[in-house]
């Protein structure tokens, strides 16, 4: 494929696609604290690893009311307006943190920050549904993924440098870039909450608006609670990416183990950045449930194939594969999400499916944890593989009874 044609799959959006792209590539490029907070609290403060672990997690734990609350009121009050409140209360958190960052104290406002995060994330998701007609949204939600992950490539190199030099600037400059994100939106996006006067066409399908509360309505749409069910297999799987993976590497190869994984994780992100748009391209011809079970398949084989092979050349190989199903799911997961949610609801949708992803996540980092202690890290990636084939195997499922029904 012509790199021409290639860049033509992001041509034609609306500027508020766009605009997203560039907001999320700088505030993702100067999300310096989170990815140092474990450092900063063993070497800022000296808490124990159990201690650091728990803050950390409660960190995390926050976010996932935030994306509850952030989600509601987005769905009534607007997504701007929603925006630039959540928005704003991290970058001012963040900015408290700047001056506080010596004391104890300032853990309060990171935690209030990973609230405020956790409330923007659905709230994104919804703005891109609502402006990108269906035929438009796989390449709308991939050029979010694009600017998220270029963001997150750059910004750690920066942040590292900040972190042992210029420390103040770490919390500085996660303000700085959030406010600036903020003026972006404020002053090129309109507010694209969707009107519930709806056409004719859109009344006769799952988009169009529902009355009730959310559990009653999510109810009444079995499809995306058992989408919902089996990604939670898929988050399982992709979490052992950062969790066994480094363990299997110190396993096999002792003090060289974390070079070689800070490898991999640079395999990653290359893979992500030089093929999202050739997976967006391929993804337009098979519908986004499908897409999202191929990518199934590319976790079965990449985690899997680490149990059978050890060298690094076939590592270098397993991250490839497995990275190319983390893309075409990414670019996949908000499309088929929003096809299967009302528009007065899909803040709140995109909250909940989160929700599923980290407890997948969580679950999957826990019960692993157990397999590897009573049978070694060695036997896990029979496991690892075992876990994606069932998630795929339901995205498959999903997938069929979409064509049957379009029969």
Not at 77 to 98: E, H, P, T, V
Not at 105 to 118: D, E, K, P, R
Not at 386 to 393: E, M
Request: glycine share 10%; charged share 10%; net charge positive.
């Amino acid at each position: 494929m012509k790199l021409k044609n290639i860049f033509k799959t992001y041509s034609g959006l609306p500027r508020s696609v766009y605009v997203i792209f560039i907001a999320q590539v700088i505030n993702r490029f100067g999300d310096f604290v989170m990815p140092f907070l474990t450092l900063l609290l063993t070497t800022q403060f000296n808490y124990s690893i159990a201690q650091t672990g728990t803050i950390v997690m409660l960190t995390m734990l926050l976010s996932i009311p935030g994306g509850l609350i952030g989600g509601k009121v987005a769905d009534h009050l607007g997504r701007k307006k929603s925006y630039l409140i959540f928005q704003g209360g991290s970058g001012l958190s963040l900015l408290l943190c700047a001056f506080l960052y010596t004391k104890p104290i300032m853990l309060v406002f990171i935690m209030i920050t990973s609230f405020f995060g956790g409330a923007v994330r659905p709230i994104i998701s919804a703005m891109l549904s609502d402006v990108l007609k269906p035929e438009d949204r796989q390449a709308g939600f991939s050029l979010s993924y694009l600017g998220v992950n270029l963001g997150v490539a750059l910004g750690p190199i920066v942040a590292g440098f900040l972190f042992n030099n210029y420390r103040f600037w770490i919390f500085m400059g996660d303000a700085i870039t959030t406010f600036v994100a903020i003026a972006l939106v404020m002053v090129t996006i309109s507010e694209s909450l969707p009107s519930k006067n709806i056409s004719e066409v859109e009344i006769h399908t799952n988009e169009r608006h529902e009355s009730g509360n959310i559990f009653k309505v999510l109810m009444s749409r079995p499809k995306l609670l058992l989408f919902m069910f089996f990604n939670m297999f898929y988050s399982a799987t992709y979490v052992q990416g950062g969790f066994s993976l480094p363990l299997v590497l110190n396993h096999i190869y002792a003090e060289k183990g974390p070079q070689i994984y800070g490898s991999l994780m640079s395999t990653n992100a290359i893979t992500v950045l030089i093929l999202t748009i050739a997976m967006t391209a391929f993804s337009k011809r098979f519908s986004s449930i499908s897409n999202i079970a191929i990518g199934g398949i590319a976790y079965i084989i990449g985690f899997g194939m680490i149990g059978i092979f050890q060298s690094i050349p076939l590592f270098w190989i397993s991250t490839i594969i497995w990275t190319l199903g983390e893309i075409i799911i990414s670019i996949n997961f908000g499309v088929y999400v929003t096809s299967q949610t009302p528009q007065n609801f899909r803040a709140r949708f995109n909250a909940v499916t989160n929700i599923s992803f980290g407890i997948g996540a969580i679950m999957g980092t826990a019960l692993i944890g157990l397999f590897i202690d009573q049978f070694g890290i060695l036997k896990v990636w029979g496991l690892v593989a075992t876990i994606a084939a069932i998630g795929a195997a339901g995205m498959f499922i999903l997938a069929k009874s979409e064509k049957e029904k379009l029969k």
